[in-house]
């Protein structure tokens, strides 16, 4: 059974930094790519960064491009954010995801995978 575990959300001031991390087990992730989406309140969930089981190849949306940074370890099957220069705008529940197509598909098509999300706040 697959989980992921999301660590790392809180509370921060606007142009604060937070680090999300996201551990995965239950099975082998040779080839998965994994990734981030979030949801704000009263907002559909959208997609923030995804990266390629090698790392090579990551997507990043608009909205957070130059703020935010997706990595991955995958000895640790874990997947990183990186956020900086936050914003009130970034506030939402941020999700951790997998799943075994191509980081591009992830970017458009839900993820079979969801972690239980951590709560990020970003204060005025």
């Known amino acids: 059974q697959v989980q992921l575990v999301e660590s790392g959300g809180g509370l921060v001031q606007a142009g604060g930094s937070l680090r999300l991390s996201c551990a995965a087990s239950?099975?082998?992730?040779?080839?998965?790519?994994m990734g981030w989406f979030r949801q704000a309140p009263g907002k559909e969930r959208e997609f923030v960064a995804v990266?390629?089981?090698?790392?090579?190849?990551?997507y990043t949306a608009g909205s957070v491009k130059g703020r935010f940074t997706i990595s991955r370890d995958n000895a640790k099957n874990t997947v990183y954010l990186q956020m900086n220069s936050l914003m009130p705008e970034d506030t939402a529940v941020y999700y951790c995801v997998t799943d075994s197509g191509s980081a591009q598909v992830m970017t458009v098509r839900a993820p079979k995978y969801w972690g239980q999300g951590t709560q990020v706040t970003v204060s005025s």
């Open positions: 239950g099975r082998s992730f040779t080839g998965y790519a």
């Open positions: 990266i390629s089981w090698s790392g090579g190849v990551t």
